[in-house]
């Protein structure tokens, strides 16, 4: 049979959403599993979305607009930047595609840290571009020395997710700053910041007040986590002018929806509340890294809305174990397993699922 598609994307491993909340629920004859697997913040939606995206329906019969005006406005606004260094996209993700297109011609390189992001080795794959990845330090964070030192001639991109996704450890200025000085003016560096919300450490900097003024600085933003607009996608990006302006030469026409701009533009009349929401967050996440550390697992500390187990090739059957309980978590097998935090109840009850799976595993 003759190939229609690329050789190469047969070892690429597809990206793995959460298992699915209804499958497991049904397997299990249960009235309802929990899902801590998709970083999702469980307080529903802010007020006034629901109502912003009803009324956007009526007018769902007509594109939207492309120049995401208003949005783009409220944004820069809310960051004190220009509206013409703001690009909106379909989640942060989609941003991150974008970058890779108007960065990376096949054989160029792309250098982001590992384990992070699983998205990042599929984005760069999709223009033929080379995975750079540089193995994680030994507390799980990014080593930026050594990525620093596998930036190549060929190299067109970095990225530094900050907090990383999936080990929730974070970077401070002190490193980022030495990094930042280290990297050639040609290669644009990516400050990955999706869960930027969730950050309590003083010495990890906000990105956009500290970096984004540099020419090779690109520092990416969600609203799916902190905001809850998981559902909707809806990402953002401070980028200088020029960068900007190519950018969204390669952008996906009308890929900023209707329904999410108006959605986000309600959510960021409601920051008051994002605060609140992620102080329970933030809470939770303490208690549980605490509870997780008294069960002998070396939680590493979480500037995220998520915790990291390392329990290597483990990974997998403590997923299993919690599955047969109710609750679903991300193993990365055979790295680690992330768990979402969820509301107390929801933690209660992964606690419990975990003090037993981790006693078979022992």
């Known amino acids: 049979m003759t190939r229609l598609t690329r050789a190469d994307l047969d070892g690429l491993p597809a990206y793995v959403p959460g298992r699915s909340l209804a499958d497991l629920t049904r397997e299990l004859g249960i009235a309802e599993a929990i899902k801590l697997a998709s970083n999702e913040v469980p307080y529903g939606p802010l007020p006034g979305v629901p109502e912003a995206v009803a009324e956007a329906m009526l007018q769902s019969h007509r594109y939207p607009d492309m120049g995401v005006v208003a949005l783009r406005d409220a944004l820069a606004e809310r960051y004190g930047v220009a509206a013409d260094r703001i690009v909106t996209g379909c989640g942060s993700v989609a941003l991150a595609e974008t970058l890779v297109r108007a960065t990376c011609l096949p054989g160029d390189e792309m250098v982001y840290s590992w384990r992070s992001f699983e998205a990042y080795p599929i984005i760069s ?54 990094f930042l000085a280290e990297v050639p003016s040609d290669v644009l560096v990516v400050l990955d910041e999706a869960y930027r919300e969730l950050v ?32 909707l996608r809806m990402g953002y990006l401070v980028a200088q002018p020029e960068v900007a302006a190519a950018l969204r030469k390669v952008l996906t026409p009308f890929s900023t929806s209707m329904v999410a701009q108006a959605a986000a533009l309600a959510a960021l009349a409601q920051e008051d509340e994002v605060k609140r929401r992620c102080s329970l967050v933030v809470a939770e996440r303490a208690r549980v890294t605490e509870a997780l550390r008294k069960l002998n697992v070396d939680v590493p500390e979480s500037q995220a809305n998520f915790v990291w187990l390392p329990l290597a090739d483990k990974s997998a059957a403590f997923g299993a174990s919690c599955e047969g309980r109710g609750v679903i978590v ?24 975990a003090e037993i799976a981790l006693d078979q595993l022992s």
Request: aromatic fraction near 4%; include cysteine; charge should be negative.
């Open 200 to 231: 309590t450490d003083p010495d990890v900097p906000d990105a956009i007040e500290t970096y984004a003024d540099r020419p090779n600085v690109v520092v990416l933003r969600t609203m799916s986590k902190a905001w809850g607009l998981a559902g």
């Open 330 to 353: 991300r193993p990365f097998q055979p790295d680690g397993v992330r768990v979402t935090i969820g509301t107390p109840e929801e933690n209660d009850a992964f606690l419990a699922a």
């Open 125 to 178: 794959a999709g223009v033929g571009a080379a995975s750079v990845r540089v193995p994680n330090t030994v507390e799980y964070g990014h080593d930026l020395p050594a990525m620093a030192d596998a930036i190549t001639d060929r190299t067109r991109l970095v990225v530094v997710c900050n907090p990383n996704n999936p080990t929730g450890t974070a970077v401070h200025k002190a490193e980022l700053d030495r």
